[in-house]
């Protein structure tokens, strides 16, 4: 039984740690470097936990960092799993209930997305504030999992207005540019073609990209607050449509990453350490 595994996945790591962990984190695609900021006292490789699903993606690490940011204590994922890499829509949102049951009481997530908005540069920071989920799978069909959360759970406010609001007042004392904007997600792994980016666009998506969305339904299927933020890597408008490389997609996520380690830093701060 699903629930069971989750269970097993976080005792599990409760004997190995009882580290405290207020904030989850899941760092995108050449995003790791948040790990940089944190003070890390514990690290779990994902290939040691039952029932954990290991990334094959070669730019993402595999481990569960427990430890602190800004004295704010936090548990990382260091590499997320994709729909894309063929893992079942249960495995790719695992961690993020494992994480709810070690104790978690927000949920920030990073990814790098293409931006569809003509406003939009390369290496911007948006700060999701809606999604549209296209994956063609839903990490909630089949039996609902009770001990979680309920059958048909709300989705008029996905992302938590608080924490945008926390976002956006941090950026504006240390003059971090922010953009905010509508996710939406596809499957991937292919980049999407121009007339499917004019698509999306047309949908009312300010950014695309292949991650975020079933952990944030997972997420606020247990009732978690959501803070996430895309990396703009590769620009998609019609007069912007270039050949997108992963590593043109990882340079531009590193060239942005010192603003998400300052947004991230002054938001885990001016949160209370025991909330
Ligand atoms: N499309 C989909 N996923 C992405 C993109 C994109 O342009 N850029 C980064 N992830």
Do not use: W
Not at 108 to 127: R, Y
Request: charged residues 15%.
């Amino acid at each position: 039984m699903t629930f069971q595994r989750i269970s097993q996945a976080a005792s599990y790591i409760r004997q190995l740690t009882s580290l405290p962990c207020y904030t989850g984190i899941i760092c995108g695609t050449g995003l790791s470097g948040l790990a940089e900021i944190m003070r890390v006292k514990q690290k779990i490789s994902y290939a040691n936990i039952p029932h954990f699903p290991v990334s094959t993606v070669e730019s993402h690490a595999g481990n569960l960092l427990f430890g602190e940011i800004a004295s704010h204590p936090v548990v990382m994922m260091q590499g997320r799993m994709h729909y894309y890499e063929g893992y079942s829509m249960s495995e790719v949102v695992f961690p993020v209930r494992v994480m709810k049951l070690l104790g978690i009481k927000r949920l920030f997530i990073s990814n790098a997305a293409g931006g569809l908005h003509s406003n939009f540069q390369l290496s911007d920071l948006m700060i999701i504030c809606d999604h549209i989920n296209l994956h063609p799978d839903n990490p909630l069909r089949g039996a609902n999992i009770d001990e979680l959360g309920t059958r048909f759970p709300d989705m008029s406010q996905p992302y938590d207005p608080e924490l945008i609001a926390l976002a956006e007042k941090v950026a504006e004392q240390k003059g971090i540019k922010l953009q905010k904007g509508v996710y939406v997600s596809v499957s991937g792994p292919n980049l999407e073609t121009p007339a499917e980016y004019r698509m999306l666009r047309f949908l009312g998506a300010d950014a695309v990209g292949m991650s975020t969305v079933p952990e944030v339904i997972a997420a606020r299927h247990m009732d978690l607050p959501v803070f996430a933020v895309s990396v703009i890597t590769d620009l998609c408008t019609p007069t912007h449509i270039q050949k997108v490389t992963i590593e043109g997609v990882i340079a531009a996520a590193r060239k942005a990453e010192p603003n998400l380690q300052a947004l991230v830093i002054g938001m885990l701060e001016k949160i209370q350490e025991s909330s």
